[in-house]
Each structure stands twice: as structure tokens, then as C-alpha cells.
């Protein structure tokens, strides 16, 4: 029985993808063979000896800490595009809010209901205070093109926008799905310079983290609208209040407001709602715990973002499956070990990313705990696992 343990509310949708007669499945297990997550903080999470994977229902994984769950050989998935279309549908929605002054034309009428005013008569006499521009005909700047920015820069051309995306490391697929009507900037200075409204669609690391600040908004253009529906962090607060009160940032919507942002005039706060949508959550779930189900059952790892891809079907009847280093000698010595044992292989496959590697190796035997340690005793072996068919 795999013990899974939930962080966060996860889809009723996903969590029947693990079968109860195999996968014991709550809020507080103990001693967790796997992590279902959405938002919820792990960079202080002690790992339990038995963790050997997380799964994220959702994009960004900067809530997690990867580096520490590469070191103790725990993949960590995500669900690439699983939530996209929702983040597409906000990003329409911050494009016309941040535009139309819709949030404070509406609370103005319900303050002056409240005030006991005469609504019917009064909104004609008001409603000049509110007018703002139309999207049609304006020029967008989409940061990241990814699973969400591309379909928010090609259902931006459907608005009438010339659109321009920047993304340095744009994916064969992500370049496959973009409309021919986007434009694609080569830096983000032509972003800055020439946009009327920008969007930020790229995950929060060491290298984007504040990248919208003092600098890049002095090279943007007056009344500038800026969404973030990506992560807080990338936006630097102070900055940002600052443009917002001199008025060169005209409107900054963000779905990660904090209390210090909301000082500021023209920020519109969305309570982290990109990916609310049932169809995105029960999305996100499914690919989760079916990702999670893959690895644990079969050692398969798909989408995971710190290891690599690798998908083997069975061949033998047990299955060594192997997170180590990517540095070489070591596959020599996996398949030394079984030599020296005797223990036949019948397929193997190895695969890396970056500084880590996987092997999975199937034989014709079942190996024993002695050779499975030996395995483990290897400098530069990170995780062993032993799987019967
Ligand atoms: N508000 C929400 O609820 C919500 C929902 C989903 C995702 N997100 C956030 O949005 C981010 C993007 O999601 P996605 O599904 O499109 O991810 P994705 O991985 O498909 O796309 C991210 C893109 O950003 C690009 N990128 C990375 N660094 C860049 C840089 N310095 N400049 C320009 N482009 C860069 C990558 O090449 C990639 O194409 C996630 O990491 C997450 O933080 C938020
Ligand atoms: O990165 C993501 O997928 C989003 O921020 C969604 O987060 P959530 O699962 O907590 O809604």
C-alpha cells in the first residue's frame, strides 16, 4: 500500500486515479510515499524517509524545494498546461479590468446606493469619472511563451491587439501553437518600449525574480497596464508603487497581492483565482496523481522538472530503478553490481537532465536486498528502488 499525503484540497476527480485498494490517501498520513500539492509552502517540509515523490496540481514549483528533493532522489512533477486555458480566460479578463475601470466603477455605484442616492439617476451623471480604453488596436507584450502565454497572445490577435512574446527559450511545440499573427520580440526592450499593455507568463526563479522594477518600467511607455498572473515575486513592490503613483503604470493587476502592494493606487487584487476553475483542478489532480501512480507503480517518470523523461515498459520481472548523479562510471558500476551477482539484464534505459540521472534496468530474476544495497553503496547513488512485476 503507497501512503499519499495531501497538502492541499485536491480534485475528487484526481485522487480516484489512485485506486484505494492501493494508494491509502489523506491530509495526514504518516510517513508519505508521495506528496499531492498544489500552493502550499515545502520549502521547511522535513522529507519522511519513505518520500520518494511529489506531485504539483498546477505549473509553478518555486513552492518546492527542488534542489533539496533532487539531493534526496524525490522527483517532483508538475502539470504542464493542465491549468493554461484557465490562466488564458483571467488574463482577458485583467486585459478588460485593468482597461475598463469596471472594479471602481462598480463599487462607486454600490457606495452611493449606500449613501442613499437615487443609483438609476446618479450612474449618468457619474459615469464619465470612469471611461478607459478599448484593447482593440492597442500593442500587448506577452513575457513567456509557454503553455499560457502563448494562448494568451494568440486569443489577444482574436481582440484586435498586435501582440509581440518574448521568450528566449521558446519551446518546437510553444512555436507550433503561436499564431502567425504574433510577433516575436528578440528582447525585452521592445516589449518595454513599445507596449501598452504587458503580461507576464514565466516562472519565478533566481533569474526572473524582480525583473519588473525600476529599470525595465523607466524604459516602459506612459499609462502602461501591467497583469501578473504568474507569481508575486517577479514584480518588485517597491518599484511598482512607485510607477503606480507618478502614474506610469496606469493599472497593475496581480493574483498575488500582499498588504503592501494593496497601498498602492490602481492595483486591482485577484485572490490567486488563475487557476480556480473546476475543469483546471480536476485537470491539474488527474495529471498529478496519474504521473505519480506511473512512478510509483512502474518507475516511469513523466513531466517531472528534475529529472528526466523515461518511460520503459516491462520487460523482466523486477526492476531496478535508479536516481544518481549524471557524472560518469556509474552506470558501469549498476550493471558491475549485477554481473558480479549474476543477475541478468534484459533491458535498460538511462536518461538525464542537468546534473542528475535516471537508470531503470529490468532483469530476468528477482534481486535480492543484499544487491539492491550494494547498488545504494554506489558514491554518487542517490535513490534505489526495487520494484516486482
Ligand atoms: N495564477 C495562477 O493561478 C497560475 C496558474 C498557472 C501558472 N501560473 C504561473 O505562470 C507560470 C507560467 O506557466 P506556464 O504554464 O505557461 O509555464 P510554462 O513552463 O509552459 O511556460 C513558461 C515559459 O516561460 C519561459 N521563460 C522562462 N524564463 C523566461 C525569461 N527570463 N524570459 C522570458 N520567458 C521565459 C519559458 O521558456 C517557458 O516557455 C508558472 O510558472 C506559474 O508561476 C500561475
Ligand atoms: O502555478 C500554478 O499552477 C498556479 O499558481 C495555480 O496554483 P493553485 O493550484 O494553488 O491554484
Not at 524517509?49 to 513552492?63: M, V
Not at 502539470?79 to 485593468?98: D, I, Q, R
Request: aromatic residues 4%; glycine residues 8%; negative net charge.
Amino acid at each position: 500500500m503507497f501512503r499519499i499525503k495531501t497538502l492541499n484540497k485536491i480534485s475528487p476527480a484526481g485522487l480516484s486515479v489512485l485506486d484505494q485498494t492501493r494508494f491509502s490517501v489523506s491530509g495526514d498520513v504518516e510517513n508519505e510515499d508521495g506528496i499531492l500539492v498544489r500552493s502550499a509552502d515545502m520549502h521547511e517540509y522535513p522529507f519522511p524517509d519513505a518520500l520518494r515523490c511529489i506531485a504539483r496540481a498546477g505549473a509553478g514549483t518555486n513552492n518546492i524545494p527542488i534542489d533539496r528533493c533532487s539531493e534526496a532522489g524525490v522527483v517532483v512533477f508538475n502539470t504542464p498546461g493542465a491549468n493554461a486555458n484557465a490562466v488564458k480566460e483571467l488574463a482577458v479578463c485583467a486585459l478588460l479590468l485593468s482597461s475598463r475601470n469596471v472594479v471602481g466603477g462598480s463599487a462607486w455605484v454600490r457606495e452611493q446606493a449606500g449613501a442613499g442616492a437615487d443609483v438609476e439617476k446618479v450612474v449618468e451623471k457619474g459615469k464619465s469619472q470612469f471611461v478607459g480604453p478599448e484593447l482593440s488596436g492597442k500593442m500587448l507584450g506577452v513575457i513567456g511563451l509557454g503553455a499560457i502565454g502563448v494562448q494568451v497572445a494568440n486569443i489577444a490577435t482574436k481582440l484586435g491587439m498586435t501582440v509581440f512574446g518574448y521568450d528566449p527559450f521558446l519551446s518546437v511545440d510553444a512555436a507550433l501553437s503561436l499564431s502567425r499573427l504574433v510577433h516575436r520580440a528578440m528582447d525585452l526592450e521592445t516589449i518595454y518600449k513599445n507596449c501598452d499593455y504587458i503580461t507576464i507568463h514565466v516562472p519565478q526563479t533566481s533569474e526572473t525574480r524582480g525583473m519588473i522594477n525600476e529599470d525595465s518600467i523607466h524604459m516602459m511607455k506612459g499609462n502602461v497596464r501591467i497583469i501578473n498572473l504568474a507569481r508575486g515575486g517577479l514584480v518588485n513592490d517597491d518599484d511598482m508603487l512607485a510607477a503606480l503613483e507618478c502614474g506610469k503604470v496606469a493599472a497593475y493587476v496581480t493574483d498575488f497581492p500582499n498588504n503592501k502592494i494593496l497601498q498602492g493606487k490602481n492595483v486591482i487584487p485577484i485572490p490567486h483565482l488563475g487557476a480556480s476553475t473546476p475543469e483546471s483542478e480536476e485537470n491539474c489532480a488527474v495529471m498529478a496523481a496519474q504521473q505519480m501512480r506511473d512512478y510509483l507503480e512502474n518507475g516511469n517518470i513523466k513531466n517531472s522538472v528534475n529529472l528526466p523523461t523515461l518511460v520503459q515498459e516491462w520487460s523482466g520481472i523486477s526492476r531496478l530503478c535508479v536516481i544518481h548523479r549524471n557524472t560518469p562510471g556509474i552506470i558501469a558500476q549498476i550493471t558491475g553490481v549485477l554481473s558480479k551477482d549474476g543477475v541478468n539484464v534484459e533491458n535498460m534505459t538511462n536518461k538525464s537532465k542537468k546534473d542528475y540521472a535516471y537508470t531503470v534496468v529490468d532483469v530476468g530474476s528477482r534481486v535480492s536486498d543484499s544487491v539492491a544495497n550494494e547498488i545504494r553503496a554506489i558514491d554518487g547513488v542517490l535513490r534505489v528502488r526495487l520494484l516486482n512485476h
